[in-house]
Structure formats: structure tokens, C-alpha cells
């Protein structure tokens, strides 16, 4: 098992958004994942009216997650990222993912 990091941004900052998109996120727990942690969403810095959240996860399978996370990544494995420009993500709230396996 890997612990992993990723960076998500929404197209939201409200916090009605975040809690559906946090339950939502429990799907991801039959792709891979055997547990994972969400941070509170704050406001994205750079873009008006998006939010930003980390999470972390124990993954078993890499390569599984990233396919149902996005059609299409940038980089390798244990450090990419994908956006709605270059790919369809697995929720229509989602904006962007950074995904990362820490060296440990």
C-alpha cells in the first residue's frame, strides 16, 4: 500500500458544494483506495469563487485510481496532473488534480 497526496481543485468555494462533493468522494474507496482524509476547502487563490482541498489516501492500486480520477494525466505516475481542459475527471465539480506518491 502507497499513501499518496493530491491537490484538487473545484469549481466551487461554497460550503454546500464541498459537503456534496466530499460524500461523493467515497466512490473512490472502490478504485484502488482504502482510506483517505480530506482537508477543509479554502478559497483557491487564483481563481474567484474556486476551492481548494487536499487530500491524502492509501492507494493499492496506482493505476486504477488515476484512470477513474481522469482520462488523461501529465507526467508520470507518482507525480501528475490533469485539468477539465486535457481531460474528463471523474466528478463535474472538479477543475484540477495534482497527484503525488512522497518519496518515503
Given at each position: 500500500?502507497?499513501?499518496?497526496?493530491?491537490?484538487?481543485?473545484?469549481?466551487?468555494?461554497?460550503?454546500?458544494?464541498?459537503?456534496?462533493?466530499?460524500?461523493?468522494?467515497?466512490?473512490?474507496?472502490?478504485h484502488?483506495?482504502?482510506?483517505?482524509?480530506?482537508?477543509?476547502?479554502?478559497?483557491?487563490?487564483?481563481?474567484?469563487?474556486?476551492?481548494e482541498?487536499?487530500?491524502?489516501?492509501?492507494?493499492?492500486?496506482?493505476?486504477?485510481?488515476?484512470?477513474?480520477?481522469?482520462?488523461?494525466?501529465?507526467?508520470?505516475?507518482?507525480?501528475?496532473?490533469?485539468?477539465t481542459?486535457?481531460?474528463?475527471?471523474?466528478?463535474?465539480?472538479?477543475?484540477?488534480?495534482?497527484?503525488?506518491?512522497?518519496?518515503?
Open positions: 500500500m502507497k499513501r499518496a497526496i493530491m491537490q484538487i481543485i473545484i469549481h466551487s468555494d461554497r460550503d454546500e458544494d464541498y459537503l456534496a462533493f466530499k460524500k461523493d468522494l467515497h466512490i473512490i474507496l472502490e484502488g483506495v482504502t482510506d483517505f482524509s480530506l482537508s477543509p476547502l479554502r478559497t483557491d487563490t487564483m481563481k474567484t469563487d474556486y476551492g482541498m487536499y487530500m491524502t489516501l492509501s492507494v493499492n492500486n496506482v493505476s486504477e485510481l488515476l484512470h477513474f480520477l481522469a482520462t488523461s494525466w501529465s507526467g508520470p505516475e507518482d507525480d501528475c496532473e490533469t485539468d481542459i486535457q481531460a474528463d475527471c471523474f466528478h463535474p465539480l472538479v477543475s484540477y488534480l495534482y497527484f503525488q506518491l512522497p518519496d518515503v
